[in-house]
């Protein structure tokens, strides 16, 4: 890997200088209903040992990079969660069609 | 807890991440950062024994590993900012090697 | 501000809710009780504990050495959450919590982490030019003070016990955490002095 700044996994990003010249924004706003529910169902699915934390890392980690920087923070939840759910076929992909 | 393996590192030994690249090799999950592969710092303190993530990740049986806080001072991590400067980390046992004497890494 | 979530996105989330309640895993009844669960934590946890170990000393000494404890101590129920970890400033040292990786924070005491805590520049940055990043909350550090960034990886969720400020003496408790802010706990402020003092 010839170019020292590009980190071999997406979400590991610490002193990454492409955000080098970016302020971070102040933002203190709560999730929205959107964020809340997709947190609350993380929460549930773990209680009822359907799925780690680390699972739902590792399936955010996997996430194409391109993807990985453009959803919000919990639609990237949202997609590690589902991909888990038809991965230990909890659902089907007919059943999410819906 | 009883069952856990002694801790091999105690507060104060220098210890080196293992320059390992996982994610180059295939699919996997890892919580140490790419800025420490291959550095050298100190144990802070033994945090105890945890379930290896890089299994959990995957709904494997996952042994538990022993877990330290590691102190790295932080201008050699960037070749920039402030002498005294640290990063505090928690790494798991298996990516730390014994390191050699702090002298090495003056400067 | 972050952008609202897509409309696919918030439609394949009710197509997954509804297929876990169609085969009975979960129930909107349970999702309430989640959230209302997690909208109850809040920064006000964490500054309370901030203030009691300022001013009690066995409470600081748990709350150093068996963060979860000492959260517990407080009427925090911790059971399922990681463990907690305080990290104390002194007067030559001062820390600052970032998850270069995730997210990781100290939810159980501190509530849902705000976006910056999870903006890539936050996350990017913070472990590599602290100073700049804490400049930015106006935060500039006394001289001789030597940053330590926490950068929480695994395990472990942190907190910053930060220096309780001059001025403040024989403050209640009441009136010390209202200065320990959500930013003072992650790191990214100092608790500010009285004005009596700051004017000094």
Known sequence: MSDPDRTPATHDIGGLSRFRCTPVEHDESPPDAFGKRVDALRQLLAAKRLMTVDELRRGIESIPEDEYFALTYYERWLRSITALMLEKGVVTEEELRG | MSDDAAPRFSPGDRVQVRDDWPERRGPCHIRTPHYLRGRTGTVERVLGAFPNPEDLAFARPAPRRVLYHVLFDQPPLWREGEPGDQVLVEIFEHWLEPAAAPAKEAA | ?200
């Open chain 3, 1 to 200: 501000m972050s952008p609202p979530p897509r409309p696919d996105s918030i439609a394949g989330l009710e197509r997954l809710i509804a297929a876990l309640k169609a085969k009975g895993i979960v129930t909107e009844e349970e999702l309430a009780a989640r959230q209302a669960q997690t909208d109850k934590a809040s920064p006000e946890t964490g500054a309370r504990m901030v203030a009691r170990a300022w001013v009690d000393p066995a409470y600081r000494a748990l709350l150093l050495r068996d963060g979860t404890a000492a959260a517990e101590a407080m009427g925090v129920s911790m059971a399922g959450a990681p463990p907690l970890g305080v990290l104390e400033d002194t007067p030559t040292r001062h820390h600052v919590i970032v998850c270069t990786l995730c997210s990781c924070y100290p939810r159980a005491v501190l509530g849902y982490p705000p976006p910056w805590y999870k903006s890539f520049a936050y996350r990017a940055r913070v472990v590599r030019e602290p100073r700049a990043v804490l400049a930015e909350w106006g935060t500039v550090l006394p001289p001789g003070v030597e940053v330590r960034v926490v950068d929480s990886t695994a395990d472990y969720r942190w907190m910053v016990l930060p220096l309780r400020p001059a001025g403040t003496e024989g403050w209640s408790e009441g009136r010390l955490a209202a200065l320990v802010t959500r930013d003072v706990l992650v790191g990214v402020a100092l608790p500010q002095p009285p004005v009596a003092a700051a004017a000094e």
